[in-house]
């Protein structure tokens, strides 16, 4: 079974700009989960979508936003981009069925703001 | 302070050394306890977890939660250097995984 692709894997952009950063789970999986790693704060829980609708939300400002497909595949839109957002985003799938679900891994999109 | 901390290292030890990894939480509703590795330039991967108080083992891996100290302990027994990495403690409060900083282990041959 392919695992969890996250597409691009890095990004270059500059303060102001938006991004758009996708997320594929695994086949059969219902639930994407957004995580943002940097050094400082480490990972921090996003948003997740299970069947198109977001089902939890972490601390983030508005200008981080996310969506899910009939298909599952998820994006996340970060609009006015910040140096401070320069991270590792970083998406997980489960099947959804329960909360403690493993969580499986991609292997991150590098974005850097300059 | 954090939900979560945990001692970021970095810690080296010999070949065959026992690790001790903790994190400290500060939520008492946590009830399920994941340990994730990350190797450099991936995304993390699921170790094993617990539920509630007790301990888990798995091959050299044996992780452990006192909830009544609110403390989460990961043991490495007989470590390799295949096991450097950041080691991620992380409870689950419902479906939310809340990430201790992570410590960083190097294995030394």
Known sequence: ?114 | QKEVEQDPGPLSVPEGAIVSLNCTYSNSAFQYFMWYRQYSRKGPELLMYTYSSGNKEDGRFTAQVDKSSKYISLFIRDSQPSDSATYLCAPNQGGKLIFGQGTELSVKP
């Not at chain 1, 700009?17 to 480490?42: A, K």
């Not at chain 1, 198109?52 to 972490?58: A, D, L």
């Not at chain 1, 298909?71 to 909360?99: F, I, K, W």
Request: aromatic share 12%; net charge positive.
């Open chain 1, 1 to 114: 079974k392919a695992g969890v692709t996250q597409t691009p894997r890095y990004l270059i952009k500059t303060r102001g700009q938006q991004v758009t950063l996708s997320c594929s789970p695994i086949s059969g999986h219902r639930s994407v989960s957004w995580y943002q790693q940097t050094p400082g704060q480490g990972l921090q829980f996003l948003f997740e979508y299970f069947s198109e609708t977001q089902r939890n939300k972490g601390n983030f400002p508005g200008r981080f936003s996310g969506r899910q497909f009939s298909n599952s595949r998820s994006e996340m839109n970060v609009s006015t981009l910040e140096l401070g957002d320069s991270a590792l985003y970083l998406c997980a799938s489960t099947p959804g069925q329960t909360a403690t679900d493993t969580q499986y891994f991609g292997p991150g999109t590098r974005l850097t703001v300059l």
